[in-house]
């Protein structure tokens, strides 16, 4: 197969930056990672948008590495999350649905083990034995009770627990069972990062895991009354729409314009607290010794449950294989090792997380752990890292509309396998990034070559099959 193009460009230009201490003067290396839920590639304004508002994640942008080509471990929440915490393909563990999913149609869908097992060394359990602090705030998703936060080496769990969207909405009272409720109206973004930025406080002298992940922007749509009313005079003021406002993937529509109000409310709730968490940050003087990752852990929601966002130019969203379900915004920072403002090209995955925190920290690779996963750190330095494959494997239905399936990224060229029929389609995503012309029929050689590999790499892990 055809080798991925490794491109990581600074704002000035391309340049090696030195390698930082993890363990210099300042103390050893922090790590924040953050991490939303069903936030689409397109939903921040540093990547193109232009009716939601995130002045902080841009500026989290501009003062680090942003990924144009970064990849979930899924197209849906549980898989990605695993995948983060392991730093394994979903597929190897099984791991391929969302934890609670049941659907089926014309095939009976694969079987999945609906928990992040505990023989995985995960994340957190690998900082935790080497001296961090670590701690989780937010959505879990990743088991029922013995398979929580704290069963995988979290000292703290603030708000994690088996359910993938908040059991009592946005606002108080949230009737989560790991956290206790705030007073009536309280905004549960809002809560949660007050939660994180309470414990960096308590810990700030000691080395520190940070896990902070947002249950926004996953349905329940709620945003403060005064955030909806702002958007909605916003979208009254928008030129009018050229071209059709929703589009078609099989039996669902697909929206193709970004006016959500209340959608864009929840997003520039999550945008603040961002702000808020890393201007904490500085004011402990821990910023030149932090790596910060921001990502999401699918695509944006474009075909059902209220279509609140639009993916375009990438096709698809949540629940797909095609661009729109599985590339998310992500966005690196570690001073004195990313150069500000500087953009890379090359295609990363969830996977890849694990075994860069652990280089970042200056400890040892677990590649035994993190089998699927690349150090991402020459990029991180402005260079270039080896070319790889990328798999995706969903042998289900989703709630969003696709059916069990598989894909490959090789290069700039993408095979999407239908399970139900065998059909395939192949993509050339240099010269068509939205996925618009098939070209099985035309390339039968490079289909067939892509399809070999598919297959092969499904055996190699032992993937299940509907």
């Not at 304004?45 to 902080?56: D, V």
């Not at 394994?88 to 083990?113: E, H, I, N, Q, S």
């Amino acid at each position: 197969m055809p080798v991925l193009t490794s491109l990581c460009l600074s704002a000035a230009a391309l340049t090696q930056s030195p390698t930082a201490d993890p363990a210099g003067e300042d103390g050893p290396l922090n790590v924040i990672v953050l991490l939303a839920d069903d936030l689409g590639w397109m939903d921040l304004g540093c990547q193109g948008s232009t009716f939601y508002e995130t002045p902080h994640l841009d500026a989290l942008a501009a003062s680090g590495m942003r990924f144009t080509q970064a990849y979930a471990g899924g197209p849906v929440c549980s898989p990605t999350r695993a995948a983060l915490m392991a730093g394994k393909t979903p597929a190897r563990m099984d791991t391929t649905d969302w934890f609670g999913a049941g659907r089926a149609g014309k095939m009976l869908p694969a079987d999945y083990v609906p928990q992040l097992p505990l023989e995985e060394v995960s994340l957190a359990e690998a900082l935790q034995t080497r001296g961090y602090r670590t701690a989780f705030f937010g959505k879990w998703h990743l088991g029922k009770e013995g398979y929580f936060p704290e069963d995988q080496g979290f000292e703290v769990n603030v708000g994690g627990h088996h359910r993938g969207s908040p059991p009592g909405g946005y606002f108080a009272p949230f009737k989560n069972p790991k956290m206790e409720d705030s007073p009536p109206g309280t905004q549960l973004t809002e809560r949660l990062t007050n939660e994180a930025v309470s414990w960096m406080e308590s810990v700030h002298e000691e080395p520190f895991l940070l896990y902070l992940s947002w249950y926004a922007v996953h349905t329940p749509l709620q945003t403060k009354p005064e955030y909806k009313e702002y958007y909605q005079q916003k979208r009254s003021q928008l030129p009018e729409q050229e071209g059709e406002p929703w589009g078609q993937e099989r039996e669902r529509k697909v929206r193709r314009v970004q006016d959500h109000a209340v959608y864009a409310g929840m997003v520039q709730s999550l945008d603040e607290s961002v702000g808020r968490l890393l201007g904490r940050l500085e004011e402990l003087g821990l910023t030149g010794r932090t790596l910060v990752v921001f990502t999401s852990d699918n695509g944006g929601l474009s075909t059902s449950e209220g279509h609140p966002t639009s993916n375009l130019p990438l096709r698809g969203g949540k629940g797909w294989l095609y661009e729109g379900g599985i590339r998310e915004p992500m966005l690196v920072r570690w001073p004195g090792v990313t150069d500000a403002g500087s953009v890379c090209h090359t295609p990363v995955i969830s996977m890849d997380v694990y075994p860069t925190v652990l280089s970042a920290a200056g400890l040892d690779q677990a590649p035994e752990q993190h089998v699927d996963g690349m150090n991402l750190l020459p990029l991180l330095q402005g260079g270039t890292a080896p070319g790889r494959a990328l798999y995706w494997h969903y042998p289900h239905y989703g709630n969003q509309g696709a059916a069990p399936s598989g894909a490959v990224r090789s290069g700039d060229w993408k095979l999407v396998e239908w399970f139900e029929d065998g059909t395939t389609e192949l993509f050339d995503l240099g010269a068509d990034p939205g996925e618009s012309q098939n070209l099985a029929a035309a390339q039968p050689g490079r289909t067939a070559a892509l399809q070999a590999g598919l297959e092969r790499w499904r055996k190699s892990v032992q993937a299940r099959m509907p």
